[in-house]
């Protein structure tokens, strides 16, 4: 197992951070992850053991009392992660987009107050761009601020938001059309609001309702909801950043880092697939030997671990690009849109592999098989994921006739 997805050139203290988290996932995670996934229970105690570990503040600045790591240290704890339980890296997941988008776009006096509770675990952060009516199309966001006096008011309804009855803290993207004149470009009338509000469901702040968790075909344990904001009001502060009409490209910027975490999150899932599938493979007989032994199987084995394989490089190398300052959209797109078809194949290889029994609820592959599809999904679809490939390459590759 310890041959696929080995990551060359980390530090002596990246190395011991995964070595740590993967300790704890094969000793806190794999043993009770099914059984959480299928009552949909929230895992309180894993998620009390991962801020115990530092974990929630891993990319946070020293100076704000996290461990000031890089992208690749936190993406490569996030494969780990994914590997014992996806659920779990998706609660860290959103808390890290708002933390990065903080660090990166917000004022001081944003960072001071949130960023040291965040690296502590005690501030947990959401976002949330997707409406009823749309996904990916984010220009046709009709949730709407309106400025009054100090105060903004906020209305509209949000959908898939992770974490949106466990967070405190949620970064919203709703329109701003204050200070942007009729005609502007969508994208330069949005604004991004930090919304502080209490745990738990229902209306948990006045003029903001959290209903109840989403049921999900998979991605149990976490909790996935809507956001309703009826006359909220927010003060003029909490605009991330101070200014209205950056919104767009601040949520932009966090999801390059969400899609190499969702990278990350289908590198894990294949890696436990194949895992589970080679080992089972050993096990099972058929016509009086091990059906590793016969070519068909083998034949799959290879090519799951050589998709295991290419997902990690890409991963890595979306990372990378990041932590160098560099613009990394290209590499996060091809990474995202390849781990997470590469992930759905080779679990649905491993799940062939055990036959019948992969049907069986009490074998860990069954979930596995209902987790993956959400990656298809999550941080934009293989569709989307194509068209900024494809415009990006366009942009490298200009015609100089």
Known sequence: MARLAQTAGLTDVQQEILSTVRDFVDKEIIPVATGLEHRDEYPQQIVDGLK?????????????????????????????IARGWMSVSGIINTHFIVAY?????????????????????????????????????????????VKDGDEYVLNGQKMWLTNGGTSNLVAV????????PEGTAPHKSMTTFLVEKEPGFGEVRPGL??????????????????LIMDGLRIPANRVLGGTTGRGFYQMMDGVEVGRVNVAARGCGVAQ???????????QR?????????????QFKLAEMATKVEAAHAMMVNAARKKDSGERNDLEAGMAKYLASEYCKEVVEDAFRIHGGYGFSKEYEIERLYREAPMLLIGEGTA????????RRLLEEYKFQG
């Open 52 to 80: 115990e570990l530092g974990l929630f503040g891993l990319m946070i600045p020293e100076e704000y009392g996290g461990l000031g790591e890089s992208l690749l240290t936190y993406a490569l704890c996030v494969e780990e």
């Open 101 to 145: 988008m903080l660090k990166q776009h917000g004022t001081q006096e944003q960072k001071d107050h949130f960023l040291p509770r965040m690296a502590a675990g005690d501030v947990r952060g959401a976002f949330s761009m997707s409406e009823p009516a749309l996904g990916s199309d984010v220009s046709a966001i009709t949730s709407k601020a």
């Open 173 to 180: 993207l709703v329109r701003s059309d204050e200070g942007h």
């Open 209 to 226: 309702t959290i209903p109840g968790k989403i049921d999900k075909m998979g991605y149990k344990g976490v909790d996935t909801t809507e």
């Open 272 to 282: 436990r697939a194949f895992e589970l599938g080679v080992s089972y493979a050993q």
């Open 285 to 297: 007989h058929t016509f009086g030997k091990p059906i590793a032994q016969h070519q068909a199987i």
């Open 383 to 390: 569709e989307i994921q194509k068209m900024i490939i494809g």
